[in-house]
């Protein structure tokens, strides 16, 4: 059974840094696609980040405009885990985030796509107080 368990919510300043995790067991995503996307209230789940293997030997990874330059995706390939790292946090950026594995490597626009992610945690809520 895959699972996706995320960690790393909680409450910050605006300006301050949350990293969050996401560790998966069950099946590997070293070489398929991860991204993690986010829920606020009365909104649509959209698109944060993601990464996925590019079949030599790296990563391709995409951002939201919304949070280009203040996130980066990251892997830990023996640990079986992707992090995000949030830095200059706003209180637009309160949401609950979610981890989303896919099954297959994924290109280009497909990787903001929901509907393209196999699997899903439960989610941690991130908090930004103004």
């Known amino acids: 059974q895959v699972q996706l368990v995320e960690s790393g919510g909680g409450l910050v300043q605006a300006g301050g840094s949350l990293r969050l995790s996401?560790?998966?067991s069950g099946r590997t995503f070293s070489n398929t696609a991860m991204g993690w996307f986010r829920q606020a209230p009365g909104k649509e789940r959209e698109f944060v980040?993601?990464?996925?293997?590019?079949?030599?030997?790296?990563?391709y990874a995409d951002y939201a405009d919304s949070v280009k330059g203040r996130f980066t995706i990251s892997s830990d390939n023996a640990a079986n885990t992707?992090?995000?790292q949030m830095n200059s946090l706003i209180p637009e950026d309160t949401a609950v985030y979610y981890c989303a594995g896919g099954s297959t490597t994924l290109y280009g626009t497909m990787l903001a796509?929901?509907?393209r992610y196999a699997y899903w945690?439960?989610?941690?809520?991130?908090?930004?107080?103004?």
Do not use: D, E, P
Not at 49 to 59: E, H, K, L, N, V
Not at 121 to 130: A, W, Y
């Open 49 to 59: 980040a993601a990464r996925s293997w590019s079949g030599q030997g790296t990563y």
């Open 113 to 115: 796509h929901k509907g």
């Open 22 to 24: 996401c560790a998966a």
């Open 82 to 84: 992707v992090y995000l």
């Open 121 to 130: 945690g439960q989610g941690t809520q991130v908090t930004v107080s103004s």
